[in-house]
């Protein structure tokens, strides 16, 4: 079955939980990887799919034992083993992250659709990530809404600092990527 498919037919199933009809397009997944280099020791994924942004990340040339993949979906975990061995895939949601996960993270590169979801469920997942990462390294997360995908209460409660790229207009829906960091 083809990640379309494979997506679609997830979506219909789990609506609240994927947020969007298809797989990120390639021009925003280079725009989410941008900042993964080589060099890095450890850098996490979270809310993987299919693995459109996965691929964009090992594309960066980061050897696939150093990146860690957190999707709640079962299906798309399966579809991630099979096309990319070597990367630590855990069907758990990202908040658990801190129970199996590598600490010290270079980066935190977020698919998971944080804007529709209450305050204490972002600060649990944003909250989680952080204390996972560097000081100061980026929690890179995706958006197709008009505004910021944490909301003021979270920026301020983790004292996060953000930048954001122009509207990628080559996805659907159109999207925008957020670099937010904790000033060290
Ligand atoms: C909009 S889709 C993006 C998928 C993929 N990153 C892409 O760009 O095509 C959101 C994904 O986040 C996953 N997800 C939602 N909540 C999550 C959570 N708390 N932890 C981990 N994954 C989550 C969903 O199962 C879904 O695969």
């Known amino acids: 079955m083809s990640d379309l498919s494979l997506f679609l037919g997830q979506f219909l199933r789990r609506p609240s939980e994927i947020?969007?009809?298809a797989p990120t397009g390639r021009a925003t997944?280079?725009?989410m990887a941008r900042l993964v280099t080589p060099q890095m020791a450890a850098v996490a994924e979270i809310g993987a799919g299919t693995g459109t942004i996965t691929q964009a990340i090992l594309a960066h040339g980061?050897?696939?034992e150093r990146l860690e993949l957190y999707e709640l979906n079962a299906a798309f975990c399966g579809r991630l083993r099979e096309r990319f061995p070597g990367t630590r895939v855990h069907n758990l949601p990202a908040q658990e992250m801190v129970n199996v996960g590598r600490g010290d993270l270079d980066a935190v590169i977020s698919g998971v659709p944080t804007l529709p979801m209450p305050d204490e469920l972002q600060a649990?997942?944003?909250g989680a990530a952080l204390s996972m990462m560097k000081?100061?390294?980026p929690f890179v997360q995706i958006t197709y809404g008009p505004v910021a995908p944490l909301s003021?209460?979270?920026r301020a409660r983790f004292r996060l600092v953000h930048?954001?790229?122009r509207r990628i207009w080559a996805n659907l829906p159109p999207a925008r990527v957020y670099v937010f960091r904790q000033p060290a």
């Open 135 to 137: 000081p100061g390294a």
């Open 152 to 154: 003021e209460t979270v």
């Open 62 to 64: 980061l050897p696939p």
């Open 19 to 21: 947020r969007a009809i």
């Open 124 to 126: 649990a997942i944003v």
């Open 29 to 31: 997944a280079r725009e």
């Open 163 to 165: 930048e954001k790229s």
